[in-house]
T-cell receptor, first 116, second 111 residues
Framework: AQSVAQPEDQVNVAEGNPLTVKCTYS??????LFWYVQYPNRGLQFLLK??????LVKGSYGFEAEFNKSQTSFHLKKPSALVSDSALYFC??????????????FGAGTRLAVHP | DGGITQSPKYLFRKEGQNVTLSCEQN?????MYWYRQDPGQGLRLIYY???????QKGDIAEGYSVSREKKESFPLTVTSAQKNPTAFYLC??????????FGPGTRLTVL
């Protein structure tokens, strides 16, 4: 079965320090991977995606993610955290059995708290 | 939130009442989706559609219904058969094969 796991419910980091939000996946083929961010009472905003190519993907707001096929991971990173980065982060993988529907399988989410 | 609008932002439902949540997009996307989000949980797929007059059940379709009469619109009806409808509802759209873009959400509360 295809799945996405975000092993940490919450990540705490001091402002200015690097941050990492972890994601691992399980799919039977080549994965399409996505990161989204959600601020309170808002919809999800797309941050970045990995389809193919360079394992380091750069996205919005200074975020990047590293695809590691051997570890089946797609961790989200930022070199220097801001208090405004505090939000709920979701990792997602495309359901390869959904045909042309582009269904996404979402992780449970990780709450990032950046402290001043 | 892109070119996807959801209305209303807040909705209150009485027991036994059907309510309809609106979702409109002007992105010319073929595919549209409805998700439910409960506090502290991830997103669960309710229904999805790729073309007009066609839609598929997601993981938690019981107690919900949809229509897709126009490419731009994908309304969700929460029926009285949905016993626990209090949640945050999110609509999304995408070009097939690409990332999904989300609306701002509707918070539904049962009185």
């Amino acid at each position: 079965a295809q799945s996405v796991a975000q092993p940490e419910d919450q990540v705490n980091v001091a402002e200015g320090n690097p941050l990492t939000v972890k994601c691992t996946y399980s799919v039977s083929g080549n994965p399409y991977l996505f990161w989204y961010v959600q601020y309170p009472n808002r919809g999800l905003q797309f941050l970045l995606k990995y389809i193919t190519g360079d394992n380091l993907v750069k996205g919005s707001y200074g975020f990047e993610a590293e695809f590691n096929k051997s570890q089946t991971s797609f961790h989200l990173k930022k070199p220097s955290a801001l208090v405004s980065d505090s939000a709920l982060y979701f990792c997602a993988v495309r359901d390869l059995f959904s045909g042309g529907y582009n269904k996404l399988i979402f992780g449970a989410g990780t709450r990032l708290a950046v402290h001043p | 939130d892109g070119g996807i609008t959801q209305s209303p932002k807040y909705l209150f439902r009485k027991e036994g009442q059907n309510v309809t949540l609106s979702c409109e997009q002007n992105l010319n996307h073929d595919a549209m989706y409805w998700y439910r989000q409960d506090p502290g949980q991830g997103l669960r797929l309710i229904y999805y559609s790729q073309i007009v007059n066609d839609f598929q059940k997601g993981d938690i379709a019981e107690g919900y219904s949809v229509s897709r009469e126009k490419k731009e619109s994908f309304p969700l009806t929460v029926t009285s058969a949905q016993k626990n409808p209090t949640a945050f509802y999110l609509c999304a759209s995408s070009v097939v094969g690409n990332e999904q873009f989300f609306g701002p959400g509707t918070r539904l509360t049962v009185l």
